[in-house]
């Protein structure tokens, strides 16, 4: 691969063999000039056949493998090696639809002010065998929007899209910014964040890619025996991205110190050990940082759950013993 390549397909991955080729497939299937696309495979210290499948496409697909240190490093490290003008990323479990590049370059080489590109995706409930468009915001859809605007839109109402295998970015803005190891699985929020406080975004009406949620998913798998491990890690995450937010405006921050608040708290109410000192120190926070006076007030307040997370844990125990009783 030259220099000059137009995209550059970034797929980080870990024990996803059984997807991979699809994966890879799906770029290859792209009406997109094949010579103008770079394909990067970051292996997260895999140990099941990844290589050897990747391994078959030969030259066509760049493969680098790194003992195991998270998908947001493997990220870091696929763009670190890309050589494209604009960066794609996709999941190994995910699948561009063929016209996925095309449309996006398109919107990318019309405007050199945009950094960000994205689309909804179609959801793919595996087990059902059940494809659903993903509902974005119709006020955010096929116009340009201001990054940083766009972020205080959606924080407000404690949402994010266009990230994932619907993002792509101008490499030369990913450069500008450092990935943290720490900010581990929440990658795909933290690099949304940082491309739209550099510049503009655009989202496409139309699904462009495929969203395969099964049971591997990390956020549809659900096991109480390792929960506490595993929000904890997620903790960790929201806190590394927290402490990397260096730049972006004050109200921006403190909703994202909200947002950790909060999943502290619902965290502690299913583990059953919420104090009355959490549900204060929520509110301490919320009554300092933000002005009672904003139209944006009760919308946060709403969005971020604030009024169901004050409900003391023993009240919540009763509440769901009733539900329990009537649904019978």
């Not at 980080?12 to 290859?28: G, K, M």
């Not at 450092?178 to 699904?207: A, R, W």
Request: hydrophobic residues 40%.
């Amino acid at each position: 691969m030259k220099p000059q390549n137009l995209v550059t397909v970034i797929i980080p991955t870990y024990n996803y063999a059984h997807y991979i080729q699809e994966a890879i497939d799906s770029v290859l299937n792209s009406n997109f000039p094949q010579e103008e696309i770079e394909i990067i495979v970051i292996d997260d210290g895999s140990k099941d056949n990844t290589f050897d499948i990747v391994a078959a496409y030969g030259s066509r697909v760049k493969y680098i493998f790194q003992d195991n240190a998270g998908k947001a490093w493997a990220t870091k490290v696929g763009i670190n090696h890309s050589q494209g003008k604009y960066i794609f990323n996709l999941d190994a479990d995910d699948l561009f639809l063929p016209n996925k590049i095309s449309e996006v370059v398109k919107i990318f080489e019309s405007d050199p002010e945009m950094v960000h590109v994205a689309h909804p995706a179609i959801c793919w409930q595996v087990e059902k065998d059940v494809k659903t468009p993903e509902l974005l915001p119709q006020n955010i859809l096929g116009h340009k929007l201001y990054g940083r605007e766009l972020l205080r839109f959606f924080y407000t109402r404690n949402i994010l899209f266009g990230g994932g295998s619907t993002f792509a970015g101008r490499r030369e803005a990913l450069r500008k910014f450092s990935i943290p190891k720490q900010v581990d699985m929440y990658i795909d929020e933290y690099l949304v964040m940082c491309t739209l406080n550099q510049g503009y975004s655009y989202f496409i009406n139309s699904p462009l890619s495929i969203w395969r949620i099964h049971g591997n998913n990390f956020s549809d798998a659900f096991d109480p025996s390792v929960y506490e491990v595993k929000m904890r890690r997620s903790f960790n995450s929201i806190e590394a991205v927290l402490n990397n937010l260096e730049g972006f405006d004050q109200y921006i921050f403190s909703l994202y110190y909200l947002k950790l608040k909060i999943f502290n708290i619902a965290v502690k109410e299913k583990l059953n050990n919420k104090k009355f000192s959490d549900i204060v120190d929520m509110w301490l926070f919320f009554i300092t940082h933000f002005n009672f006076l904003s139209k944006d007030y009760l919308r946060v307040i709403k969005a971020y759950t604030l009024l169901n997370r004050s409900v003391p844990t023993s009240a919540l125990n009763v509440m769901k013993q009733m539900k329990a009783r009537f649904t019978i």
